[in-house]
T-cell receptor, first 115, second 114 residues
Framework: GQSLEQPSEVTAVEGAIVQINCTYQ??????LSWYQQHDGGAPTFLSY????GLEETGRFSSFLSRSDSYGYLLLQELQMKDSASYFC????????????????FGAGTRLAVHP | EAGVAQSPRYKIIEKRQSVAFWCNPI?????LYWYQQILGQGPKLLIQ????????DSQLPKDRFSAERLKGVDSTLKIQPAKLEDSAVYLC????????????FGPGTRLTVT
């Protein structure tokens, strides 16, 4: 089967650092993506890791360990606008139909940032 | 650059009725996806198009759901007849290539089936 696990809720204060973990068990793995979704809004792409290690994009960083089937999203200098749901998603590359990839999403982590 | 457009934004129907959603992807994006997002869950892929061909519809309930992407641009997702459990947000996304790792999502259509 395919499963991704991430905490359902995380709470933090402005200016703090928060880490959202994601463990996955999928039949195929090509990379791990992170998406942000505000209430009533569209998911927006944050980061992608195909190789082990840390990727940094401004206040957000994402880490992947393929051997541990584990990744995390690190949010620094939290702001109120970071209150949203964060989804990890595995890119599962199928080898038929000419090869294509599909995203398998976790259930999401709801981050609440307080003053 | 204009984003992914979807309409309507909201729809309320009674069970056993039919409904259709429309999506216009970002210009030049060959790959189009329809996702279903039930409240409190992550998006679940229903169908994926490459140009006007279907590359994955393994999770599409084909007895009631249908989708098409004529001319490889706009797409329509239809539900007929609707069930209570179809209440969800239906998200359309697009990407430049079928192997692109970044997908661009539209605002979604929130469907309520009563």
């Amino acid at each position: 089967g395919q499963s991704l696990e991430q905490p359902s809720e995380v709470t933090a204060v402005e200016g703090a650092i928060v880490q959202i973990n994601c463990t996955y068990q999928t039949s195929g793995f090509y990379g791990l993506s992170w998406y942000q979704q505000h209430d009533g809004g569209a998911p927006t792409f944050l980061s992608y890791n195909a190789l082990d290690g840390l990727e940094e994009t401004g206040r957000f960083s994402s880490f992947l360990s393929r051997s541990d089937s584990y990744g995390y999203l690190l949010l620094q200098e939290l702001q109120m606008k970071d209150s949203a749901s964060y989804f990890c998603a595995v890119r599962d590359e199928a080898m038929f139909s000419g090869g294509y990839n599909k995203l398998i999403f976790g259930a999401g982590t709801r981050l609440a940032v307080h003053p | 650059e204009a984003g992914v457009a979807q309409s309507p934004r909201y729809k309320i129907i009674e069970k056993r009725q039919s409904v259709a959603f429309w999506c216009n992807p970002i210009s030049g994006h060959a790959t189009l996806y329809w996702y279903q997002q039930i409240l409190g869950q992550g998006p679940k892929l229903l169908i994926q198009f490459q140009n006007n061909g279907v590359v994955d519809d393994s999770q599409l309930p084909k007895d009631r759901f249908s989708a098409e992407r004529l001319k490889g641009v706009d797409s329509t997702l239809k539900i007929q007849p609707a069930k209570l459990e179809d209440s969800a947000v239906y998200l359309c996304a697009s990407s430049f290539y079928q192997t692109s790792y970044e997908q661009y999502f539209g605002p979604g259509t929130r469907l309520t089936v009563t």
